[in-house]
Protein backbone atom coordinates (compact mmCIF):
# COMPACT_ATOMS: atom_id res chain seq x y z
CA UNK A 1 0.00 0.00 0.00
CA UNK A 2 1.59 3.40 -1.16
CA UNK A 3 -0.23 5.50 1.09
CA UNK A 4 0.76 3.10 4.02
CA UNK A 5 4.60 3.25 2.49
CA UNK A 6 4.46 6.63 2.35
CA UNK A 7 3.45 7.27 5.57
CA UNK A 8 5.92 5.25 7.63
CA UNK A 9 8.79 6.63 5.13
CA UNK A 10 8.11 9.89 5.39
CA UNK A 11 11.32 11.03 6.89
CA UNK A 12 13.45 9.31 4.20
CA UNK A 13 15.01 10.84 1.23
CA UNK A 14 12.96 9.33 -2.13
CA UNK A 15 15.27 7.53 -3.60
CA UNK A 16 15.68 5.70 -0.60
CA UNK A 17 12.08 5.29 -0.12
CA UNK A 18 11.88 3.60 -3.50
CA UNK A 19 14.81 1.37 -2.71
CA UNK A 20 12.48 0.00 0.24
CA UNK A 21 9.34 -0.16 -1.09
CA UNK A 22 11.15 -2.71 -4.42
CA UNK A 23 12.67 -4.79 -1.19
CA UNK A 24 9.03 -5.02 0.49
CA UNK A 25 7.56 -5.89 -2.68
CA UNK A 26 9.54 -8.82 -3.75
CA UNK A 27 9.65 -9.47 -0.16
CA UNK A 28 5.84 -10.32 -0.87
CA UNK A 29 6.14 -11.89 -4.04
CA UNK A 30 8.58 -14.45 -2.63
CA UNK A 31 6.60 -15.55 0.15
CA UNK A 32 3.23 -15.82 -2.34
CA UNK A 33 5.23 -17.94 -4.24
CA UNK A 34 6.68 -19.85 -1.63
CA UNK A 35 3.48 -20.23 0.71
CA UNK A 36 1.20 -21.15 -2.15
CA UNK A 37 2.38 -25.26 -2.99
CA UNK A 38 2.41 -25.19 0.91
CA UNK A 39 -1.15 -24.40 1.08
CA UNK A 40 -2.14 -27.04 -1.98
CA UNK A 41 -0.41 -29.68 -0.19
CA UNK A 42 -2.32 -29.20 2.60
CA UNK A 43 -5.68 -29.09 1.10
CA UNK A 44 -4.84 -32.45 -0.39
CA UNK A 45 -4.15 -33.98 2.56
CA UNK A 46 -7.02 -32.78 4.34
CA UNK A 47 -9.15 -34.39 1.49
CA UNK A 48 -7.73 -37.25 1.19
CA UNK A 49 -8.16 -37.98 5.12
CA UNK A 50 -11.56 -36.74 4.88
CA UNK A 51 -12.40 -39.49 2.19
CA UNK A 52 -10.57 -42.50 4.53
CA UNK A 53 -12.85 -41.08 7.19
CA UNK A 54 -16.13 -41.39 5.03
CA UNK A 55 -15.27 -44.67 3.51
CA UNK A 56 -14.56 -46.38 7.52
CA UNK A 57 -17.68 -45.00 8.63
CA UNK A 58 -19.59 -45.99 5.80
CA UNK A 59 -18.13 -50.07 6.51
CA UNK A 60 -19.43 -49.88 10.24
CA UNK A 61 -22.70 -50.78 10.71
CA UNK A 62 -23.07 -50.19 14.31
CA UNK A 63 -24.92 -47.32 15.63
CA UNK A 64 -25.08 -46.64 19.28
CA UNK A 65 -28.57 -47.20 21.27
CA UNK A 66 -29.39 -45.05 23.82
CA UNK A 67 -29.90 -45.93 27.79
CA UNK A 68 -33.12 -47.82 28.30
CA UNK A 69 -35.26 -45.80 30.84
CA UNK A 70 -37.75 -47.50 32.82
CA UNK A 71 -41.36 -46.59 33.00
CA UNK A 72 -42.59 -46.35 36.45
CA UNK A 73 -46.34 -46.97 36.95
CA UNK A 74 -47.07 -45.20 40.66
CA UNK A 75 -50.20 -46.30 42.12
CA UNK A 76 -52.81 -43.43 43.34
CA UNK A 77 -52.63 -42.00 46.52
CA UNK A 78 -55.30 -43.54 48.82
CA UNK A 79 -54.66 -44.04 52.79
CA UNK A 80 -56.71 -45.79 55.67
CA UNK A 81 -56.62 -45.94 59.20
CA UNK A 82 -54.35 -48.29 60.95
CA UNK A 83 -55.94 -51.10 63.41
CA UNK A 84 -53.83 -52.17 65.76
CA UNK A 85 -54.02 -52.54 69.51
CA UNK A 86 -51.21 -50.08 70.47
CA UNK A 87 -51.16 -46.97 72.05
CA UNK A 88 -50.89 -44.90 68.43
CA UNK A 89 -53.04 -44.38 65.37
CA UNK A 90 -52.25 -43.38 61.85
CA UNK A 91 -53.50 -43.83 57.73
CA UNK A 92 -51.30 -45.52 56.18
CA UNK A 93 -51.03 -46.28 51.84
CA UNK A 94 -53.80 -49.21 50.88
CA UNK A 95 -51.39 -50.69 48.35
CA UNK A 96 -49.29 -51.51 51.26
CA UNK A 97 -49.35 -54.37 53.65
CA UNK A 98 -49.45 -54.32 57.67
CA UNK A 99 -47.64 -56.65 59.73
CA UNK A 100 -47.53 -56.80 63.12
CA UNK A 101 -44.37 -59.05 64.52
CA UNK A 102 -45.22 -59.48 67.93
CA UNK A 103 -47.07 -57.73 71.21
CA UNK A 104 -44.22 -55.19 71.50
CA UNK A 105 -46.17 -52.98 68.71
CA UNK A 106 -43.28 -53.94 66.55
CA UNK A 107 -44.72 -53.30 63.12
CA UNK A 108 -43.38 -53.74 59.14
CA UNK A 109 -45.32 -51.92 56.69
CA UNK A 110 -44.38 -53.69 53.41
CA UNK A 111 -44.21 -52.06 49.87
CA UNK A 112 -43.90 -55.00 47.82
CA UNK A 113 -44.43 -52.95 44.32
CA UNK A 114 -41.85 -50.87 45.50
CA UNK A 115 -39.45 -53.27 47.08
CA UNK A 116 -39.37 -51.62 50.32
CA UNK A 117 -40.37 -51.56 53.80
CA UNK A 118 -40.55 -49.22 56.71
CA UNK A 119 -39.71 -50.81 60.17
CA UNK A 120 -41.37 -49.03 62.72
CA UNK A 121 -40.99 -49.97 66.70
CA UNK A 122 -42.29 -48.58 69.96
CA UNK A 123 -41.11 -47.84 73.38
CA UNK A 124 -42.30 -46.83 76.60
CA UNK A 125 -40.53 -43.85 77.98
CA UNK A 126 -39.04 -43.93 81.48
CA UNK A 127 -37.57 -40.89 82.34
CA UNK A 128 -35.08 -41.95 79.19
CA UNK A 129 -36.05 -39.51 76.28
CA UNK A 130 -32.85 -38.27 75.42
CA UNK A 131 -31.56 -42.09 74.88
CA UNK A 132 -34.09 -42.79 72.38
CA UNK A 133 -33.50 -39.51 70.47
CA UNK A 134 -29.48 -39.94 70.96
CA UNK A 135 -30.02 -43.53 69.76
CA UNK A 136 -32.47 -42.41 66.26
CA UNK A 137 -30.14 -39.68 65.22
CA UNK A 138 -27.29 -42.08 65.88
CA UNK A 139 -29.21 -44.40 63.22
CA UNK A 140 -30.17 -41.99 61.17
CA UNK A 141 -26.84 -40.35 60.59
CA UNK A 142 -25.04 -43.89 59.53
CA UNK A 143 -26.44 -43.46 56.17
CA UNK A 144 -24.24 -39.84 56.00
CA UNK A 145 -21.43 -41.36 54.09
CA UNK A 146 -23.75 -42.79 50.98
CA UNK A 147 -26.58 -39.82 50.90
CA UNK A 148 -25.69 -36.33 49.38
CA UNK A 149 -27.30 -35.05 52.37
CA UNK A 150 -29.22 -35.64 55.37
CA UNK A 151 -31.94 -32.70 56.63
CA UNK A 152 -33.53 -33.11 59.99
CA UNK A 153 -37.34 -31.17 59.78
CA UNK A 154 -38.55 -30.94 63.30
CA UNK A 155 -42.47 -31.89 63.67
CA UNK A 156 -44.52 -30.17 66.09
CA UNK A 157 -48.02 -30.86 67.25
CA UNK A 158 -49.12 -29.20 70.36
CA UNK A 159 -52.97 -30.12 70.30
CA UNK A 160 -51.89 -34.03 69.64
CA UNK A 161 -48.97 -33.85 71.99
CA UNK A 162 -46.92 -35.27 68.82
CA UNK A 163 -43.26 -33.86 68.66
CA UNK A 164 -40.71 -34.88 66.78
CA UNK A 165 -37.93 -35.52 63.84
CA UNK A 166 -37.91 -36.25 60.16
CA UNK A 167 -34.39 -37.16 58.66
CA UNK A 168 -34.78 -36.77 54.82
CA UNK A 169 -32.25 -37.87 52.68
CA UNK A 170 -30.61 -36.64 49.35
CA UNK A 171 -28.95 -38.79 46.53
CA UNK A 172 -28.91 -42.20 46.93
CA UNK A 173 -28.93 -44.09 49.90
CA UNK A 174 -30.38 -47.22 50.66
CA UNK A 175 -33.23 -45.45 53.40
CA UNK A 176 -35.12 -42.90 51.83
CA UNK A 177 -36.56 -41.32 55.26
CA UNK A 178 -35.99 -42.37 59.07
CA UNK A 179 -38.26 -40.65 61.58
CA UNK A 180 -39.35 -40.29 65.16
CA UNK A 181 -42.34 -39.27 67.55
CA UNK A 182 -42.70 -38.94 70.64
CA UNK A 183 -45.23 -37.20 74.05
CA UNK A 184 -41.81 -36.18 75.67
CA UNK A 185 -43.13 -37.87 78.41
CA UNK A 186 -44.65 -41.68 77.99
CA UNK A 187 -43.93 -42.71 74.63
CA UNK A 188 -41.75 -42.79 72.05
CA UNK A 189 -42.22 -44.08 68.05
CA UNK A 190 -39.68 -44.77 65.45
CA UNK A 191 -39.76 -45.43 61.95
CA UNK A 192 -37.32 -45.95 58.84
CA UNK A 193 -37.58 -47.07 55.46
CA UNK A 194 -35.37 -49.38 53.74
CA UNK A 195 -35.37 -50.88 50.51
CA UNK A 196 -34.78 -54.32 49.37
CA UNK A 197 -32.25 -53.75 46.88
CA UNK A 198 -29.33 -52.31 45.08
CA UNK A 199 -29.09 -48.85 45.70
CA UNK A 200 -28.60 -47.06 42.15
CA UNK A 201 -30.10 -44.01 40.47
CA UNK A 202 -33.74 -45.84 39.77
CA UNK A 203 -34.52 -46.03 43.10
CA UNK A 204 -34.62 -42.21 43.40
CA UNK A 205 -38.41 -41.41 42.03
CA UNK A 206 -39.60 -44.78 43.98
CA UNK A 207 -37.95 -43.31 47.15
CA UNK A 208 -39.63 -39.87 46.55
CA UNK A 209 -42.61 -41.27 45.72
CA UNK A 210 -42.47 -43.22 49.61
CA UNK A 211 -41.22 -40.22 51.21
CA UNK A 212 -44.69 -38.79 50.97
CA UNK A 213 -46.71 -41.85 52.24
CA UNK A 214 -44.32 -41.12 55.23
CA UNK A 215 -45.05 -37.65 55.78
CA UNK A 216 -48.55 -38.10 55.73
CA UNK A 217 -48.21 -41.29 58.50
CA UNK A 218 -46.95 -38.41 60.84
CA UNK A 219 -49.06 -35.87 60.24
CA UNK A 220 -52.09 -38.17 61.15
CA UNK A 221 -50.47 -39.52 63.90
CA UNK A 222 -51.51 -39.55 67.28
CA UNK A 223 -51.79 -40.73 70.90
CA UNK A 224 -54.59 -42.86 71.66
CA UNK A 225 -54.78 -41.83 75.67
CA UNK A 226 -54.43 -37.81 74.86
Known sequence: NDFL?????????????????????????????FSKPMFEELMKSSLLFFLLVLLLSCNNDYTPKPKALIKLDFPKKEYEKIVINCPFDFEFPVYSQLKKKNDDCLIDIVFPNQNGVLYLSY??????????????????????????????????????????????????????IQFYLTDSVSHFFRGALYFNTEINDSILPINNFLKYDIKHLIETFHWKDK
Open 5 to 33: LSGLFKNFSYAKRNEVKNSLKKKYIIEEE
Open 123 to 176: FTLENNLNEHAEQSQKLAYKHNVIADAITEQFYVNDSLKVYGVLYDYDGVSATA
